[in-house]
């Protein structure tokens, strides 16, 4: 199966009420293809010059797809902006920034090529499946982007306060996405790591050198090495998104955990995330009730309050198996990053599943299938391609 073979193969539009009016705040649709989130609001905010903080939008949609989400701009400018990767088009002015409290969903058009007869009918069968019982709503890899080789969580490091081994894995971590440039300046980083005045010259001038840069100053004035200060230079989101990722895996662990010792013999469907084990089952409606499959599971944080019973134990048992204990799930610095408090529904519906299988022409005596789905916000359509293509052992 070959996803994402055209950019067109992959296709995400943000779904809101927000409607212009009147107000501080320039609207925006920003349609992008092969750029993150991230990297396209940078990009805004170099060519624009305004401050990350007026900057506001509600989720982080696929580097690798033709994608469409909302920004508002805090007296931002009443114009598009166009460049290689993406378009700003202007939509009107509105009363309040744009958060995820303000997504609908995401309406997703998705083609999977280089199929055979078997594995379309393999993928009929799981969106009737779907249809009927709904899908487990994991969260999917693209979550993990900031995981490395070396397979340990910035977040689990930032919650134990190593502040060194939480900015090694941030900064020098390996990746399998790396580029080129990329894995030189990692390498550097690893080889002359504690050696900071001689790494400041090695490395290319980034964010990764002017983090180095407040290391290597601190060095040469003969004050302690500042590895927490260092961290916290690091771009606020990107500080977020480590927490999340953490979090995420854990509360990935709790959703596995409650399939599995729910499941029927036989009906299980393993398969595997960078979070870790998972697994799908043929049917969601023949799941036992010996132990219930809660509507929605919390994520793990020590903010939350539980009271006693099998959702705490749950979340002990996964959080111990991470080496933690639920009260070290927070940050105490810096004060700008922090565990969600919400909850997550462990199933979704997605009862109007268009499947429609074809001729592929790009793959002769092969046939493609064209889905066309909504799902509400924060869920993953990777995870319902998985579904429809991982077999039944």
Same mark, same amino acid.
């Given at each position: 199966?070959?996803?994402?073979?055209?950019?067109?193969?992959?296709?995400?539009?943000?779904?809101?009420?927000?409607?212009?009016?009147?107000?501080?705040?320039?609207?925006?649709?920003?349609?992008?293809?092969?750029?993150?989130?991230?990297?396209?609001?940078?990009?805004?905010?170099?060519?624009?010059?305004?401050?990350?903080?007026?900057?506001?939008?509600?989720?982080?949609?696929?580097?690798? #797809?033709?994608?469409?989400?909302?920004?508002?701009?805090?007296?931002?400018?009443?114009?598009?902006?166009?460049?290689?990767?993406?378009?700003?088009?202007?939509?009107?002015?509105?009363? %309040?920034?744009?958060?995820?409290?303000?997504?609908?969903?995401?309406?997703?058009?998705?083609?999977?090529?280089?199929?055979?007869?078997?594995?379309?009918? %393999? #993928?009929?069968?799981?969106?009737?499946?779907? @249809? @009927?019982?709904?899908?487990?709503?994991?969260?999917? *890899?693209?979550?993990?982007?900031?995981?490395?080789?070396?397979?340990?969580?910035?977040?689990?490091?930032?919650?134990?306060?190593?502040?060194?081994?939480?900015?090694?894995?941030?900064?020098? *971590?390996?990746?399998?996405?790396?580029?080129?440039?990329?894995?030189?300046?990692?390498?550097?980083?690893?080889?002359?790591?504690?050696?900071?005045?001689?790494?400041?010259?090695?490395?290319?001038?980034?964010?990764?050198?002017?983090?180095?840069?407040?290391?290597? *100053?601190?060095?040469?004035?003969?004050?302690?090495?500042?590895?927490?200060?260092?961290?916290?230079?690091?771009?606020?989101?990107?500080?977020?998104?480590?927490?999340?990722?953490?979090?995420?895996?854990?509360?990935?662990?709790?959703?596995?955990?409650?399939?599995?010792?729910?499941?029927?013999?036989?009906?299980?469907?393993?398969?595997?995330?960078?979070?870790?084990?998972?697994?799908?089952?043929?049917?969601?409606?023949?799941?036992?009730?010996?132990?219930?499959?809660?509507?929605?599971?919390?994520?793990?944080?020590?903010?939350?309050?539980?009271?006693?019973?099998?959702?705490?134990?749950?979340?002990?048992?996964?959080?111990?198996?991470?080496?933690?204990?639920?009260?070290?799930? @927070?940050?105490?610095?810096?004060?700008?990053?922090?565990?969600?408090?919400?909850? @997550?529904?462990?199933?979704?519906?997605?009862?109007?599943?268009?499947?429609? #299988?074809?001729?592929?022409?790009?793959?002769?005596?092969?046939?493609?299938?064209?889905?066309?789905?909504?799902?509400?916000?924060?869920?993953?359509?990777?995870?319902?391609?998985?579904?429809?293509?991982?077999?039944?052992?």
């Amino acid at each position: 199966m070959k996803l994402k073979r055209l950019p067109e193969d992959f296709q995400v539009d943000e779904l809101s009420q927000v409607t212009p009016t009147t107000g501080p705040f320039a609207l925006y649709r920003l349609t992008k293809q092969s750029i993150g989130t991230p990297e396209a609001i940078n990009a805004v905010i170099d060519r624009w010059k305004i401050p990350r903080r007026r900057i506001s939008y509600g989720g982080l949609k696929d580097r690798h #797809a033709l994608t469409s989400q909302f920004v508002t701009v805090h007296h931002g400018p009443k114009k598009p902006l166009s460049q290689k990767s993406f378009e700003m088009e202007y939509l009107g002015q509105v009363n %309040q920034p744009f958060t995820a409290e303000e997504i609908d969903g995401n309406r997703f058009t998705i083609v999977l090529r280089d199929l055979t007869a078997a594995d379309v009918e %393999q #993928a009929q069968s799981a969106a009737e499946a779907v @249809r @009927r019982d709904g899908l487990p709503n994991y969260f999917d *890899d693209q979550r993990f982007g900031s995981l490395g080789f070396s397979g340990e969580w910035i977040g689990r490091s930032w919650c134990l306060g190593d502040w060194e081994r939480t900015l090694w894995l941030a900064l020098a *971590d390996p990746h399998p996405d790396d580029r080129s440039d990329e894995k030189k300046q990692k390498t550097i980083l690893r080889e002359l790591w504690g050696r900071w005045t001689e790494c400041k010259q090695a490395l290319d001038r980034s964010h990764r050198r002017s983090i180095v840069t407040f290391l290597a *100053d601190k060095e040469s004035s003969g004050k302690l090495i500042d590895f927490r200060g260092a961290f916290c230079n690091i771009n606020v989101d990107l500080r977020g998104l480590y927490l999340s990722a953490f979090q995420s895996a854990l509360w990935n662990r709790m959703l596995h955990r409650r399939l599995q010792e729910n499941a029927e013999p036989g009906s299980v469907i393993p398969f595997e995330l960078k979070s870790g084990p998972a697994c799908f089952v043929t049917s969601l409606s023949t799941l036992s009730e010996a132990v219930p499959l809660e509507d929605e599971l919390p994520l793990p944080s020590a903010r939350g309050k539980f009271e006693e019973g099998p959702t705490l134990d749950l979340i002990n048992s996964v959080v111990a198996e991470a080496g933690l204990e639920k009260r070290q799930l @927070r940050v105490k610095y810096p004060r700008d990053s922090f565990f969600s408090k919400s909850s @997550r529904k462990t199933i979704i519906e997605v009862p109007e599943l268009e499947f429609d #299988a074809s001729d592929d022409e790009l793959y002769p005596n092969r046939q493609k299938v064209l889905l066309a789905f909504d799902l509400p916000r924060g869920s993953y359509a990777t995870i319902l391609v998985k579904r429809l293509t991982i077999a039944r052992e």
